[in-house]
């Protein structure tokens, strides 16, 4: 289960007002959290709940503590991992166990269900409809020419982010925005942030690639709430299964993923290619090519044969 330090402070803060020290723990797969009694031994990258009186003199390097009770001494907040302090729990260490639980079990619920609806190469609008809860925030997904595949945001009637069919394409008042940016966003493989308009929130942008071409964009912008760290991480994953779900269903022949890459190897292995995988991998490409937007965007592929039957190539 991909949780990091960032994901669960950020949704252990939903329910409580919760106070952060250490340095930080860098793992982004935490486990399931458990009770910390002394005498146990600590492991690294694990998660304790505690009281604050029991917190161990000489805790692991790297762990998260959740601890109720009075407040921690400063002398945590130079500790390598982090502790997170609930000061309105009532004192009640049970629920907020239980808490810890319900937020496990809802991103691993959500990962679970994305993974398969990735699998499958189901439709990027059940993506976004899965998603709505974990993020409460506008969610577009826009294919390489800027078509838009799927698209929720903050409906004033219901007062809620639901699931929106307004746009076939991006809104006419951004498309000269993107356009500007266009071979910038296409060629950026790290996420980033786009703004459309002075003083308006900047979306959170993450592009998808296959075989090195470019497929779409998934963007998060604030809509129903500001973006918190946790949704940034969370946002990664939501377009990792995106592109997956993309990858099967655009780039496939008879169950196999196709990508001009793969394609090229077998080519150059002298291995047979079939019509459709190689109609398939230059779609790939010609996709990026017709609007002009990356002129360097180019494959040279050579096949040099053994002059020598049944030698291999060195």
Not at 18 to 31: A, F
Not at 75 to 88: C, L
Not at 241 to 250: E, F, I, K, S, T
Request: hydrophobic residues 40%; negative net charge.
């Amino acid at each position: 289960m991909r949780l990091s330090p960032d994901v669960l402070f950020g949704l252990l803060s939903e329910r409580y007002d919760v106070d952060r020290l250490g340095r930080g723990c860098d793992s982004e797969d935490l486990p399931l959290p458990t009770f910390w009694q002394g005498g146990i031994v600590l492991r690294e990258g694990a998660v304790y709940v505690c009281r604050t009186e029991e917190l161990p003199r000489v805790p692991a390097v790297g762990c998260v503590f959740v601890c109720v009770g009075p407040r921690p001494s400063l002398i945590w907040s130079q500790w390598r991992g982090d502790v997170f302090y609930i000061s309105d729990s009532g004192d009640d260490l049970l629920a907020v166990f239980n808490v810890l639980q319900e937020v496990f079990d809802r991103i691993s619920t959500w990962e679970v269900h994305m993974q398969e609806l990735a699998n499958t190469g189901s439709d990027v609008r059940d993506m976004v409809r899965l998603s709505i809860p974990i993020f409460e925030n506008r969610i577009t997904i826009v294919d390489y020419s800027l078509r838009v595949l799927a698209y929720c945001e903050f409906d004033k009637e219901q007062g809620s982010i639901a699931m929106s069919s307004r746009f076939d394409h991006l809104p006419p008042e951004k498309l000269p925005q993107v356009a500007r940016f266009t071979k910038r966003m296409m060629l950026d493989h790290e996420p980033f942030f786009f703004e459309d308009a002075p003083g308006l929130p900047s979306s959170y942008c993450v592009n998808l690639f296959f075989g090195g071409a470019y497929v779409g964009c998934c963007s998060l912008q604030e809509d129903g709430r500001p973006l918190r760290p946790c949704d940034l991480f969370l946002f990664q994953q939501f377009a990792d299964y995106v592109r997956q779900a993309l990858g099967y269903r655009n780039n496939t022949v008879a169950g196999q993923l196709v990508t001009p890459r793969a394609i090229f190897e077998q080519l150059l292995e002298c291995f047979p290619v079939s019509r459709a995988s190689m109609d398939r991998a230059l779609d790939l490409i010609d996709r990026n090519l017709a609007d002009g937007t990356i002129d360097d965007y180019k494959w040279c592929c050579t096949v040099i044969r053994s002059g020598s039957q049944g030698k291999n190539l060195p």
